[in-house]
Nanobody, 114 residues
């Protein structure tokens, strides 16, 4: 059974940084894409950033220049470095791996205070 396990969430003041990590276990294949999504209270889940197995990246406009996604195909991990955090970045962040099916993590809370 494939599991995606996130870590690294927490509480930070505006302007601070956090690094999220996600490790996949139980898979014997390479994910076509790995990414981070977030869901704030009362809002729909949205894409934050995604990276393909070849290294191609996509970022939400709201995080461009502040967040950086990276992955290690051999270790089946994906990370999200978040700098210059804003209160509007507060959300539960979810890791997703895609390989035909979608595999989601349980989520990790990120809270940014003003």
């Amino acid at each position: 059974q494939v599991r995606m396990v996130e870590s690294g969430g927490g509480f930070v003041t505006a302007g601070g940084s956090l690094r999220l990590s996600c490790a996949a276990s139980g898979s014997f294949f390479t994910f076509n894409a790995m990414g981070w999504y977030r869901q704030a209270p009362g809002k729909q889940r949205e894409l934050v950033a995604s990276v393909t197995s070849g290294g191609g990246t996509i970022y939400a406009d709201s995080v461009k220049g502040r967040f950086t996604i990276s992955r290690d195909n051999a270790k089946k991990t994906v990370a999200l470095q978040m700098n210059s955090l804003k209160p509007e970045d507060t959300a539960v962040y979810y890791c997703k791996g895609t390989a035909g099916f979608e595999y989601w993590g349980q989520g990790t809370q990120v809270t940014v205070s003003a």
